[in-house]
């Protein structure tokens, strides 16, 4: 028999490297700018065109390399940060694979400059698909200028399954900003399609997060410092009250490498135990300097899992570090053995009228009035409540997208729902707005749920769902038909966003508009103006919460390839809707569950949540005979 293996060449190895190494433009920024930061650059700049799909360019003015380094660098398993297995338990460099060049000119074409500081001349090479197409001197720099172009042009399945220019590019700022933060002693500076997106001075990391994050930033931040013989901690973690719906600011390094760590998360969510609302995260940019011994970093290509020889140990120190912070700045609450435990200083949720009327716009979206904890008997009942109703937001896979699908059988029964809603209440006299018959009014449990009566039995229904759904239908439609009416500010006010959203922003400002805003940039500063906001909007409104919340929850949206108007649509209405906590008059949760049976979909929120449940009187009956 004939032999049948055989090694495969250095091009097709690169390319099946360059699947692990390389997944999307973002991976190529953070393997250049790593090595720039290994060659000792103080000074950084990347240039993208098209979120990286045309052109990556990385200038540094780090050590450069000699004509010789430079070849050797597309080869694979090239390196200089190692020289024997042992060095790997001692690497305090970013990279020491040898794989992120030789992986990036396998699929892309490349050219490098690059000069010896001590050097007249440099070297340009061109290397296009492994094979070096040029080599010859060249005038240039001190350093080394990398420029990436047309990546996967010859892995065209991989190319295809790249995301949007706005997703790609949302994940190159994420690299950046993780390098960036943890190098405050660097000049970096991103430019895209020609505009400066990032402009970091060196500084301190104080300063470096508030450029990052941008000015509101400043604060939030909590300094944690300790310092122990196994590891020293440090970094900021964010006020309680200025957490946020999604995750984004929540950064970790080891030995000022980014790293993902579920485990360590689970200890700074434990510190910040009783303190945050329900499905909130706080922002935090923690810093663990430990022995290299003591962790093993060559677990993945990417370089961003690790393994520590004591994780407990870990845990524990970060867990009473961040705790014993917040409770140096009067975060926590502290113990007072001679108060009253019925009396205390936590706030009350607000009970101010929310006008649902005008539900359109209406509602706070802060989400901080349920921010009281409840005392013993309370969450004792919460806890029941919870555990007798478990299951009633359980999330159906058929409509993940914002996009609800009903069988027949489930449309029947949300007409009789409605009918029967109807013929409890009296029907709504369009012309004067009033009940034709008299009303049983509907009661709050927990400042969540809407308790209402039915002919069958009763209804239980998701404030904030039901909420979610009246607006996400309202905005929808005003995004396709283009009306909206817009109340005019006396004085206009100014808002200033971080530097990664304001691009967001910008690209989606025609559409937030649409729904009643008149909102223009301003000057190239992040700074936007608000000449007007949707008519039907609620005075109290925080015109600057509102519209970070509907940032933030259309970047959650993002990969749920989402039309634009529709995900617009399902952002607002998650930013707007009243929130659980909020206490609802009888006339507010009356309107809101009209407004509810006159949806085209009343049973689900746009993400998928139930907008009620139904309670069948036999079904309780049943339940009492036992």
Same mark, same amino acid.
């Not at 990385?58 to 200089?80: K, L, P, V, W, Y």
């Not at 590019?169 to 690299?175: A, Q």
């Given at each position: 028999?004939?032999?049948?293996?055989?090694?495969?060449?250095?091009?097709?190895?690169?390319?099946?490297?360059?699947?692990?190494?390389?997944?999307?433009?973002?991976?190529?920024?953070?393997?250049?700018?790593?090595?720039?930061?290994?060659?000792?650059?103080?000074?950084?700049?990347?240039?993208?065109?098209?979120?990286?799909?045309?052109?990556?360019?990385?200038?540094?003015?780090?050590?450069?390399?000699?004509?010789?380094?430079?070849?050797?660098?597309?080869?694979?398993?090239?390196?200089?940060?190692?020289?024997?297995?042992?060095?790997?338990?001692?690497?305090?460099?970013?990279?020491?694979?040898?794989?992120?060049?030789?992986?990036?000119?396998?699929?892309?074409?490349?050219?490098?400059?690059?000069?010896?500081?001590?050097?007249?001349?440099?070297?340009?090479?061109?290397?296009?698909?492994?094979?070096?197409?040029?080599?010859?001197?060249?005038?240039?720099?001190?350093?080394?200028?990398?420029?990436?172009?047309?990546?996967?042009?010859?892995?065209?399945?991989?190319?295809?399954?790249?995301?949007?220019?706005?997703?790609?590019?949302?994940?190159?700022?994420?690299?950046?900003?993780?390098?960036?933060?943890?190098?405050?002693?660097?000049?970096?500076?991103?430019?895209?399609?020609?505009?400066?997106?990032?402009?970091?001075?060196?500084?301190?990391?104080?300063?470096?997060?508030?450029?990052?994050?941008?000015?509101?930033?400043?604060?939030?931040?909590?300094?944690?410092?300790?310092?122990?013989?196994?590891?020293?901690?440090?970094?900021?973690?964010?006020?309680?009250?200025?957490?946020?719906?999604?995750?984004?600011?929540?950064?970790?390094?080891?030995?000022?490498?980014?790293?993902?760590?579920?485990?360590?998360?689970?200890?700074?969510?434990?510190?910040?135990?009783?303190?945050?609302?329900?499905?909130?995260?706080?922002?935090?940019?923690?810093?663990?300097?430990?022995?290299?011994?003591?962790?093993?970093?060559?677990?993945?290509?990417?370089?961003?899992?690790?393994?520590?020889?004591?994780?407990?140990?870990?845990?524990?120190?970060?867990?009473?570090?961040?705790?014993?912070?917040?409770?140096?700045?009067?975060?926590?609450?502290?113990?007072?053995?001679?108060?009253?435990?019925?009396?205390?200083?936590?706030?009350?949720?607000?009970?101010?009228?929310?006008?649902?009327?005008?539900?359109?716009?209406?509602?706070?979206?802060?989400?901080?009035?349920?921010?009281?904890?409840?005392?013993?008997?309370?969450?004792?009942?919460?806890?029941?409540?919870?555990?007798?109703?478990?299951?009633?937001?359980?999330?159906?896979?058929?409509?993940?997208?914002?996009?609800?699908?009903?069988?027949?059988?489930?449309?029947?029964?949300?007409?009789?729902?409605?009918?029967?809603?109807?013929?409890?209440?009296?029907?709504?006299?369009?012309?004067?707005?009033?009940?034709?018959?008299?009303?049983?009014?509907?009661? &709050?449990?927990?400042?969540?749920?809407?308790?209402?009566?039915?002919?069958?039995?009763?209804?239980?229904?998701?404030?904030?769902?039901?909420?979610?759904?009246?607006?996400?239908?309202?905005?929808?439609?005003?995004?396709?038909?283009?009306?909206?009416?817009?109340?005019?500010?006396?004085?206009?006010?100014?808002?200033?966003?971080?530097?990664?959203?304001?691009?967001?922003?910008?690209?989606?400002?025609?559409?937030?508009?649409?729904?009643?805003?008149?909102?223009?940039?301003?000057?190239?500063?992040?700074?936007?103006?608000?000449?007007?906001?949707?008519?039907?909007?609620?005075?109290?409104?925080?015109? &600057?919460?509102?519209?970070?919340?509907?940032?933030?929850?259309?970047?959650?949206?993002?990969?749920?390839?989402?039309?634009?108007?529709?995900?617009?649509?399902?952002?607002?209405?998650?930013?707007?809707?009243?929130?659980?906590?909020?206490?609802?008059?009888?006339?507010?949760?009356?309107?809101?569950?009209?407004?509810?049976?006159?949806?085209?979909?009343?049973?689900?929120?746009?993400?998928?949540?139930?907008?009620?449940?139904?309670?069948?009187?036999?079904?309780?009956?049943?339940?009492?005979?036992?």
């Amino acid at each position: 028999m004939a032999d049948i293996i055989q090694q495969l060449p250095d091009s097709i190895a690169n390319q099946i490297a360059a699947g692990e190494v390389i997944q999307r433009p973002a991976s190529v920024v953070k393997e250049l700018i790593e090595n720039s930061i290994d060659a000792g650059s103080t000074n950084i700049k990347l240039i993208v065109k098209d979120a990286g799909k045309t052109l990556l360019q990385i200038i540094d003015n780090g050590c450069g390399m000699s004509e010789t380094d430079a070849r050797m660098s597309f080869e694979r398993h090239a390196t200089s940060k190692i020289r024997q297995a042992k060095d790997l338990f001692e690497i305090r460099t970013m990279g020491f694979r040898g794989e992120a060049l030789a992986s990036i000119s396998a699929i892309a074409q490349v050219e490098m400059k690059t000069r010896l500081q001590k050097d007249e001349l440099g070297t340009r090479l061109v290397v296009e698909g492994s094979t070096v197409n040029l080599q010859e001197p060249c005038q240039c720099a001190a350093g080394t200028s990398l420029s990436i172009k047309n990546l996967f042009y010859n892995v065209p399945a991989r190319r295809n399954f790249l995301k949007s220019n706005t997703v790609e590019m949302r994940h190159i700022l994420d690299e950046f900003q993780r390098i960036a933060v943890a190098n405050p002693d660097i000049f970096f500076t991103l430019h895209h399609n020609g505009a400066e997106v990032f402009h970091l001075p060196s500084g301190n990391l104080r300063q470096r997060i508030v450029n990052v994050f941008g000015n509101s930033c400043n604060k939030k931040l909590v300094p944690v410092s300790e310092e122990t013989d196994v590891l020293k901690l440090y970094g900021y973690v964010g006020k309680p009250e200025f957490a946020k719906k999604t995750r984004g600011e929540q950064l970790f390094y080891v030995n000022r490498r980014f790293i993902k760590s579920a485990y360590l998360n689970h200890a700074i969510m434990g510190a910040y135990e009783e303190l945050l609302q329900a499905d909130t995260f706080p922002l935090y940019v923690i810093f663990i300097d430990i022995d290299p011994a003591r962790i093993d970093i060559n677990v993945h290509p990417t370089k961003q899992e690790i393994k520590f020889d004591d994780e407990r140990l870990v845990y524990n120190y970060l867990k009473v570090a961040i705790r014993h912070a917040l409770g140096q700045y009067s975060i926590t609450p502290t113990l007072d053995f001679e108060q009253d435990p019925h009396f205390s200083n936590t706030p009350i949720p607000s009970t101010r009228p929310i006008n649902l009327d005008k539900v359109d716009f209406s509602a706070s979206s802060s989400g901080n009035s349920g921010s009281r904890n409840p005392d013993p008997r309370e969450a004792s009942n919460l806890k029941n409540w919870e555990k007798l109703y478990s299951g009633l937001d359980a999330f159906d896979e058929n409509t993940s997208n914002g996009k609800q699908s009903f069988s027949e059988e489930n449309q029947q029964n949300v007409t009789t729902i409605g009918s029967e809603w109807s013929d409890e209440t009296g029907s709504m006299d369009d012309a004067s707005g009033s009940f034709s018959k008299e009303q049983r009014p509907a009661y &709050q449990i927990h400042t969540s749920y809407i308790v209402s009566q039915i002919k069958s039995g009763f209804l239980l229904i998701d404030q904030q769902a039901a909420h979610e759904r009246i607006l996400y239908e309202k905005y929808l439609a005003a995004l396709n038909e283009e009306e909206s009416f817009t109340q005019k500010e006396l004085f206009p006010k100014q808002i200033k966003v971080s530097p990664t959203d304001a691009p967001l922003l910008n690209e989606i400002l025609p559409a937030i508009n649409a729904l009643g805003f008149d909102i223009q940039a301003f000057g190239k500063d992040n700074t936007f103006v608000i000449h007007g906001v949707p008519a039907n909007l609620n005075s109290g409104e925080d015109e &600057q919460q509102l519209i970070e919340q509907l940032l933030e929850q259309y970047k959650a949206n993002l990969e749920l390839r989402l039309d634009n108007k529709e995900n617009i649509a399902r952002s607002m209405a998650r930013s707007a809707a009243i929130k659980r906590g909020q206490k609802l008059t009888a006339a507010e949760m009356q309107s809101l569950t009209d407004k509810l049976f006159a949806c085209a979909v009343p049973y689900k929120s746009p993400t998928g949540r139930n907008c009620f449940i139904t309670f069948e009187l036999d079904e309780l009956q049943k339940r009492f005979n036992g």
